[in-house]
């Protein structure tokens, strides 16, 4: 399937779809409607069918979508059909909190290493992994072929910790440190910083 | 200041160039330019200039922003020159690095309350914190008048527990559980599930 220069806000809302899809799905349904997605996730049914329909008609009228068709050919779009190994640098508590995380199975991703710089928590143990160090970082990722990763160390070295990344060949971040990050191009980040979330709420109160 | 119907786009940048010029002041800097800002959170000038003027006249041609006073005014338009008090529900892993995260000082919020609904987690200590039962979670988050949640809970208990949010008066919640919740308008939601946002760049690569 090759489809051009779709805008991001509409890639964006895929991953939000499918997460609706796959609930569906687990609750033992097979086929849906634009209008009962649109209910469960906040968007409007026209908009779901817009949104979808950049990528092929995958939707019969009258009898709307069938679930399992669906998830495939979003999991095809967003690829992840395959598993992707991710990284995790930062061993404190949002980095314990990731590897030790339950949701990423089923969804395309595995947590494949742990990193740090402290002493004291290189070599501890966090669910399956071992912390390892940064200085071997740049090298361990590359033979990996290891391109995601998720950040949750401290701002003042989120920077230069990206910078290992780029350098090591990710093309993918996770940022939870509250900080803008300078990537190349080609290099995509995705912010979770948790008050910057919240400052975008506050507004509305 | 009364400024109405700014679009959620530009309300949602407010945040990001607020970090970014809470970094430079940290760093000591005490002007900036729209081109300086950009280049920092990966914005164009044009766009921020045309931001941050639907608020106000916070620049001036050829000397740029006032970092402290374009500070102040963010914090003003984000309601953020006040601490807001922040219940989290869920205490597991993600629940206490949230507890015990210490970003949100200087940020505009501080953690009240934590509460979980298992019996081994009910009574626990984290960080200063001592894990409530969400039982008389409705009465106490009403009691404190707290309008702001952290989700941590899983998928499956996340509505329900959105409901008795809702009851209690909350109007704002950060939701890290992976399933899009449904709530009444009047109510903001920010969505943190790490799932969701990695599958947004898998597309790109």
């Not at 949002?94 to 290493?113: E, P, T």
């Not at 402290?118 to 070599?123: S, V």
């Not at 990996?144 to 230069?160: F, G, H, R, W, Y």
């Amino acid at each position: 399937m090759i489809v051009k220069n779709v805008p991001d806000i509409i890639i964006g809302r895929l991953p939000i779809y499918l997460r609706a899809l796959q609930r569906l799905a687990e609750a033992g349904a097979q086929t849906t409607s634009s209008q009962e997605l649109g209910d469960r996730v906040g968007i409007s049914a026209a908009q779901i069918r817009k949104d979808i329909s950049q990528f092929g008609e995958f939707g019969k009228q009258g009898t709307g979508y069938n679930i399992p068709f669906l998830i495939d050919k979003l999991r095809e779009i967003l690829k992840i059909v395959r598993i992707w190994d991710v990284v995790v640098v930062g061993a404190g508590d949002m980095g314990h909190a990731l590897a030790r995380y339950q949701g990423f199975v089923n969804r395309g991703f595995r947590i494949a290493m742990v990193f740090d710089n402290d002493p004291n928590k290189i070599g501890q143990k966090i669910g399956d992994f071992i912390v390892q160090d940064t200085t071997n970082m740049v090298d361990r990722i590359r033979s990996a072929k290891i391109i995601i990763a998720m950040l949750t160390v401290p701002a003042k070295s989120a920077q230069e910790v990206t910078d290992k990344l780029v350098k090591a060949g990710v093309k993918a971040i996770l940022n939870y440190a509250p900080i803008s990050l300078n990537i190349p191009s080609g290099v995509k980040v995705q912010y979770l910083d948790p008050a910057t979330h919240l400052q975008r709420m506050t507004y509305y109160l």
